[in-house]
């Protein structure tokens, strides 16, 4: 019986030892990855109060501002993107989600280069009442959300 109980200490130790090597592999490999590997969401006053070095890319979000669409030759957009504090103008050339609109929410991923956005892609939305999550937080921070509803929501 004893030899029984020695054998299934052994193989948990065994198992735990092979969990925790696992995991410090994970750590070192996450360690390695470049630094663009990871994108981070920030809001149009974020970027106004810190602009991020031209290299870095991340995502941007808030709504469309109302008469700042701008349609250039062939695919070339222009328009401004606010979260009610501030606004970041934003340069795209590419094919729009077609819910995309002015009054709508959007996130785009680029890079911020000489006080402008230039997005590399339009992350589409579900549908008309859809909003991303890190847009709903940046524009309920701000005071600026609006429900689907139509009723302002409560922080």
């Known amino acids: ?5 020695s054998l299934k200490k052994r193989r948990r130790i065994q198992v735990m ?3 925790g090597v696992c995991v410090a592999l994970v750590l070192v490999l996450l360690a390695m990855l470049p630094d663009d590997s990871f994108q981070f969401f920030r809001s149009p006053s974020e970027v106004t109060e810190a602009p991020p070095p031209a290299n870095e890319r991340f995502r941007i979000g808030g709504l469309v501002e109302e008469g700042t669409l701008v349609r250039g030759a062939g695919e070339e957009i222009s328009f401004h993107v606010t979260d009610g ?11 729009l989600p077609d819910l995309f609109g002015e009054g709508q929410g959007m996130v785009a991923q680029g890079h911020y280069v000489d006080g ?3 997005a590399v892609e339009i992350l589409a939305k579900h549908d008309e ?3 991303p999550s890190e847009v709903i937080d940046a524009l309920k921070e701000q005071g600026t959300y609006v429900a689907p509803d139509g009723a302002p929501a409560i922080n």
């Open 1 to 5: 019986m004893s030899g029984l109980t």
């Open 17 to 19: 030892s092979i969990a």
């Open 85 to 95: 504090g501030a606004s970041v103008q934003v340069i795209y050339a590419g094919i």
């Open 116 to 118: 402008r956005f230039e």
């Open 129 to 131: 009442t859809y909003m």
